[in-house]
């Protein structure tokens, strides 16, 4: 029987980074410290706001650790992927293994908000939707209006990774740098052929102005954390990202582009985003 891995390993092997090839810090142990009874339920809401940016309603999801939460909650900003929408833009057990991380003491109090962005890889691909707007402008005064924190983080899937690491961009460049941003299997692919298939950008020169890969030193100093599927299609992206990144986690392990590589590093996630808590 294995030995289970005190948190102060889980803590070292996650801060040292991983090899593209070594070992997942995830399947925490303090996931089964609590039993499901003496877990507090996470809570999530749904609510329709109005988005000025996109000119449209949106949903607006908010992902919090207890019902209770800490004042002024530090949140991260979590983006969905193509075709996705905010009510499903979390990872299968993300709400539940936040909660009993938050109620062990092994991560600090933290949530999540998600926002509807359509299929556009978070920017204005169409004048008047302007999805990056809304995540740097109109998020901060939403999450006010409710009492919680402001964005410190951005994490994402799919689509959604290629919009977080963006994101982090824009706020750097804003003289606002994020304190970690976090991509699961992000979008990152290496041709205009096949970029241009989702009809997400004008050309392959709008492409590359905003393609994360072709625009690593944006990203300031912020740490990145980064997971794919070694039988991902995104994954020769991924390794290239790694390579010219030097990401604080950069994993790449067995796994296809859907949600059972996607929960499996949840764990690893909800380490990496809970040590870099301002």
């Not at 877990?39 to 309603?57: I, K, L, M």
């Not at 740097?136 to 410190?152: A, C, D, K, S, T």
């Not at 590359?208 to 599927?229: F, Q």
């Amino acid at each position: 029987m294995a030995t289970p891995l005190s948190r102060r390993s889980v803590l070292i092997a996650g801060a040292a980074g991983l090899a593209t090839t070594g070992m997942l810090t995830g399947s925490f142990p303090w996931l089964n410290a609590i039993t499901s009874a003496a877990a507090p339920d996470p809570v999530t809401r749904v609510q329709r706001v109005f988005s000025a940016a996109r000119g449209q309603d949106v949903d607006l999801v908010t992902i919090l650790p207890a019902e209770l939460p800490t004042k002024n909650l530090p949140m991260c900003v979590l983006l969905h992927g193509l075709h996705g929408a905010a009510r499903n833009a979390a990872p299968s057990g993300l709400a539940r293994a936040l909660a009993v991380g938050v109620a062990n003491g092994t991560l600090p109090p933290f949530g999540f908000v998600a926002v509807d962005g359509g299929n556009n890889y978070w920017h204005e691909n169409h004048v008047g939707d302007n999805v990056m707007a809304m995540l740097l402008e109109e998020i901060p005064h939403w999450l006010r209006e409710r009492g919680l924190g402001q964005p410190f983080a951005a994490a994402g899937v799919s689509m959604g990774g290629f919009g977080a690491l963006l994101y982090a961009r824009r706020r750097n460049e804003l003289g606002r740098p994020l304190s970690a941003v976090a991509a699961i299997s992000p979008g990152l692919l290496m041709s205009w052929r096949e970029m241009s298939t989702r009809r997400a950008f004008k050309n392959t020169q709008e492409w590359a102005s905003l393609d994360p890969l072709r625009n690593v030193d944006k990203l300031g100093s912020v740490p990145v954390g980064i997971w794919c599927g070694t039988e991902d299609h995104f994954i020769e992206g991924t390794r290239k990202f790694i390579r010219l990144a030097s990401p604080e986690i950069g994993f790449t392990g067995p796994g296809t582009h859907g949600d059972s590589f996607y929960r499996s590093v949840v764990p690893d996630v909800l380490g990496f985003l809970g040590r870099h808590v301002a």
